[in-house]
């Protein structure tokens, strides 16, 4: 029962990003993000479209949502298994390389 509400006031304080992540668009298809936190704040380098916006996803540094146009693939590789693994990630994180921070202990950056 804890859990369940910290569960529930995590998804509250976080935007209820995982409620609202899968938004059916006009056309009946799923779409990922209902808007781009970069295009809104760049309305002159507003790159985006419908089908960048298809694309998108929350960048996992930020949790901002981002269209496909604004995200970077970051690569990594683990400590434990040496395995190379990727991610999408906006491009304002990494511009600040704000990625870089993310889970330093396994993880030994690439790009």
Same mark, same amino acid.
């Given at each position: ?24 668009? %006009? #056309? ?6 209902? $808007? /781009?936190? @970069? !295009? +809104? =704040? ?6 985006? %479209? #419908? ?6 996803? $929350? /960048?996992? @540094? !930020? +949790? =901002? ?6 995200? %970077? ?39």
């Amino acid at each position: 029962m804890i859990i369940c509400v910290f569960c529930v006031i995590l998804c509250w304080i976080g935007g209820a990003t995982a409620v609202s992540r899968f938004y059916p668009a %006009s #056309d009946g298809k799923i779409m990922t993000v209902n $808007y /781009c936190y @970069i !295009c +809104n =704040q760049h309305p002159d380098d507003r790159s985006g %479209s #419908d089908a960048a916006l298809a694309e998108g996803d $929350y /960048c996992p @540094i !930020c +949790n =901002q949502p981002a269209c496909r146009s604004h995200l %970077s693939v970051v690569r990594w590789r683990w400590r434990e298994s040496g395995m190379v693994d990727s991610a999408l990630v906006c491009r304002e994180c990494v511009r600040t390389y704000a990625h870089r921070s993310w889970d330093v202990f396994r993880r030994d950056w690439i790009t």
